[in-house]
């Protein structure tokens, strides 16, 4: 009996700390792949003017700060930086004047705000830190689909499907589970994935952020489209459909990451 109730309160424990909790970003995985893409193509400026700022710490480990913040109250301001919401079946034209005269707190305004910031010199070390780990951190978060998404379900934290048979949404599976399912380290994936052409590279990095949020949104739409009925049930088949646009979103993301990091320190 005493064994069982033991089991019983682990079991518990497993379910409190693994169940489906609401998500919020690329998991570790998802940031550090983008974030070790983007260092195979910075400028020999920017490399050592980054450099000079991290110190040891590597873009890829850099990258995973503006999450692991969450557990300190301090940060609470910075948590809605992490993604931009918007209307319901919107155009590219839409969404561009919408931004336009964007003056919400969320990753569009802060990502220039932040660009703004580390282009001028004259930031204390501290703070050159603090906005570079939140700059590397933001560029890719909004490389997930559900991080430039229509309002209204939390980034489709609210869509319920099961993974595998365990409860999950459809957040989740997009930050963490897909990624973790190909079982490859950051840097084995990063390996496996970058393979952009440098046409391609050098067209990706022509665009704007407006341009990396409406491909995000536009999946993010197709996403939630198929998921019409009520807690489907993901696996094998959910990976084989999304993986190639999922290795894509982390190459993209990685990719436009460096072009932004040689425009402000190349
Ligand atoms: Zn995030």
């Known amino acids: 009996m005493k064994c069982k109730g033991v089991l019983r309160l682990a079991f ?3 379910a409190f700390f693994y169940g489906p909790y609401k998500s919020m970003a690329w998991g570790m995985l998802g940031h550090r792949i983008v974030g070790e893409i983007a260092s195979t193509y910075l400028t020999p400026k920017a490399r050592k003017e980054i450099q000079q700022i991290l110190g040891t710490e590597s873009i ?3 990258s995973n700060w503006a999450d692991f913040i969450k557990s300190d109250t301090t940060y609470k301001y910075l948590n809605s930086w992490h993604y931009i919401d918007f209307d319901s079946a919107i155009n ?4 561009q004047s919408y931004l336009k005269s964007d ?5 569009y305004t802060k990502l220039n705000f932040l660009i703004r910031k580390l282009k001028n010199k004259k930031l204390s070390q501290n703070e050159k830190l603090m906005y570079l780990r ?3 951190h933001i560029a890719g978060d909004v490389h997930q689909p559900l991080h430039s998404a229509r309002t209204g379900d939390a980034g489709g934290n609210e869509i319920k499907v099961s993974w595998f048979g365990q409860p999950s949404n459809l957040h989740r599976v997009w930050d963490e589970q897909l990624i973790e399912f190909q079982r490859l380290s950051y840097t084995e994936y990063a390996a496996a994935i970058n393979h952009a052409s440098v046409k391609q590279r050098l067209t990706w990095q022509k665009q704007s952020i407006s341009n990396w949020l409406f491909d995000s949104y536009r999946i993010s739409e197709q996403l939630r489209k198929e998921l019409q009925q009520p807690e489907q049930k993901l696996s094998f088949q959910y990976n084989f459909r999304h993986i190639e646009t999922l290795n894509e979103q982390l190459l993209k993301g990685g990719v436009h990451l460096a072009g932004l990091l040689n425009q402000i320190f190349g």
């Open 134 to 136: 939140l700059l590397i």
């Open 103 to 107: 003056t919400a707190t969320d990753a």
């Open 12 to 14: 518990l424990f497993m």
């Open 92 to 95: 590219y034209t839409r969404m």
């Open 60 to 62: 890829a480990m850099a």
